[in-house]
């Protein structure tokens, strides 16, 4: 017995040397992510005291950006992959030629947005604004989506080229200059918020539009931070001298990353369908189901600060192992770092139980039956959250090694073969409420921890990216 609680100290508990890397990495990322979290959860306070139909107009039109938003971060996965490696195998001509293709692949899911998003908004709009509920209540909620759509539209450029910089900083190790970048955009953001939603300071009293030009400001504040900083700093991240030349790449290197990439842009597109499909199938049981989700997601989020930002220690701890070839590192490092993740997650699940009752009430603006949905929807997150974060560190894992295949059918699969047929299931067939439909999906992600437990056990993903030459 002894022998055995050693072996798994051994396997789930790092030295001090380990914590210490990996907080140098998700410190930074987790003050970003908290800070930024807390903004959007002021943000949505300032839009909900508007009404339910701003509040539920504002949500359905960021899931429509959270689309797109997914789209560029499993664009961008696929260089991404490929550039920790380089760097951590020294080469800047492989990791210069990543930040190309990042700039190639932004430049066409922009194209693709303007379309769908110019052209058929209104009709994704409606989508969200299927279940029982006043038609006029329906109309303004349709109003209010597609005025906020169209303005934040303008800052969808921004979003993308920032990503592209922010992303190759952090698969060399930089992850300050992103965390700056983020944290004064998203106070600039309130700020803004603050003044254009309720016209402060004799600015136009301009409500959702307000919120959505708040936003559309702060992202091009985060460019500017990012693009100035890293250029004026080209000794230091020396990838960026030359970028600019041109966009050619070597072809071989740029198919090996389409091809590795291709499941990843799929994945991050099909899967975040897949999360607004989930709430327009929930949004079935009621109008102010919309409003009690929008809650639940923003305060859900400021908790999952700790255990997200192990997606970023992954990525660059065991892609840069890979890359250095050290093989037994990269598989030890990942099962330490799943127990941390695990064990932060438990600890802001009980957070979240305790807060679960008491932060819904500074929703002033919608009524009390969406602040008690919300309680309960928030209850049976935070009992979720020790699952999300073992099947969100099996994910990076999978995803460091270039197992991009795997990865899709893992994530993705999952969710359309799993958890969009279970919510029709229970909200469709069943009849039941929300709380129970909700609880029935989140729970069965016990299955997905499960597979991503074998998969990563495998040690199939341990591979190195770095034989075929980025130099350029």
């Known amino acids: 017995m002894a022998s055995v609680l050693q072996k798994a100290r051994r396997t789930l508990i790092g030295d001090k040397a380990f914590y210490r890397a990996v907080l140098a990495i998700i410190i930074p990322v987790i003050i970003q992510n908290s800070i930024s979290n807390f903004v959007n959860l002021l943000d949505n306070l300032m839009v909900g005291a508007l009404g339910d139909a701003q509040m539920s107009g504002v949500s359905i039109a960021n899931q429509l950006v959270f689309v797109f938003n997914l789209a560029v971060f499993g664009g961008l996965a696929g260089p991404g992959i490929f550039g920790a490696q380089f760097y951590g195998a020294g080469d800047i001509g492989g990791l210069r030629n990543t930040f190309r293709i990042k700039l190639i692949e932004s430049i066409f899911l922009l194209s693709l947005a303007a379309v769908a998003f110019l052209g058929f908004s209104r009709p994704l709009i409606s989508l969200f604004l299927q279940g029982d509920g006043d038609p006029a209540l329906a109309e303004q909620m349709l109003r209010q989506g597609h005025d906020y759509l169209m303005v934040i539209l303008l800052g969808l450029p921004a979003f993308a080229l920032t990503q592209c910089y922010a992303g190759t900083l952090r698969e060399m190790g930089e992850t300050r200059l992103p965390m700056l970048a983020s944290v004064t955009a998203v106070i600039t953001n309130a700020v803004f918020n603050y003044l254009l939603i309720f016209g402060r300071l004799g600015l136009p009293r301009l409500e959702v539009v307000g919120a959505a030009l708040a936003t559309v400001i702060s992202r091009y504040v985060e460019l500017a931070i990012v693009t100035v900083f890293t250029h004026r700093h080209h000794a230091r991240f020396s990838f960026i001298e030359g970028a600019f030349r041109t966009l050619r790449v070597p072809g071989s290197l740029l198919r090996r990353v389409l091809r590795m990439g291709a499941p990843l842009l799929a994945n991050e597109v099909l899967w975040s369908v897949g999360m607004s499909t989930l709430t327009a199938v929930y949004s079935m049981c009621g109008l102010t189901v919309v409003s009690a989700l929008s809650i639940t997601f923003t305060i859900s989020n400021l908790f999952n600060s700790v255990y997200m930002s192990l997606g970023t220690a992954v990525s660059v701890m065991v892609g840069q192992a890979l890359g250095a070839g050290d093989f037994k590192k990269a598989r030890g490092d990942v099962w330490r770092l799943i127990a941390f993740g695990v064990a932060s997650a438990l600890s802001m699940g009980v957070l979240l139980i305790l807060a679960a009752p008491?932060?819904?009430?500074?929703?002033?603006?919608?009524?009390?039956?969406?602040?008690?949905?919300?309680?309960?929807?928030?209850?049976?997150?935070?009992?979720?959250?020790?699952?999300?974060?073992?099947?969100?560190?099996?994910?990076?894992?999978?995803?460091?090694?270039?197992?991009?295949?795997?990865?899709?059918?893992?994530?993705?699969?999952?969710?359309?073969?799993?958890?969009?047929?279970?919510?029709?299931?229970?909200?469709?067939?069943?009849?039941?409420?929300?709380?129970?439909?909700?609880?029935a999906v989140e729970s069965a992600n016990i299955i997905k921890c499960v597979l991503g437990y074998f998969f990563v056990r495998s040690g199939r993903w341990i591979q190195n990216l770095t034989t075929v030459t980025g130099n350029a």
């Open 358 to 439: 008491l932060i819904p009430r500074a929703y002033t603006g919608v009524t009390p039956d969406v602040r008690r949905e919300a309680t309960r929807l928030l209850i049976v997150t935070a009992c979720a959250m020790p699952l999300y974060s073992f099947a969100h560190c099996t994910y990076f894992t999978l995803r460091s090694g270039g197992k991009t295949i795997i990865t899709f059918l893992f994530d993705c699969g999952y969710t359309w073969i799993i958890s969009v047929p279970l919510a029709l299931l229970m909200v469709k067939a069943l009849h039941a409420d929300v709380l129970v439909a909700f609880a």
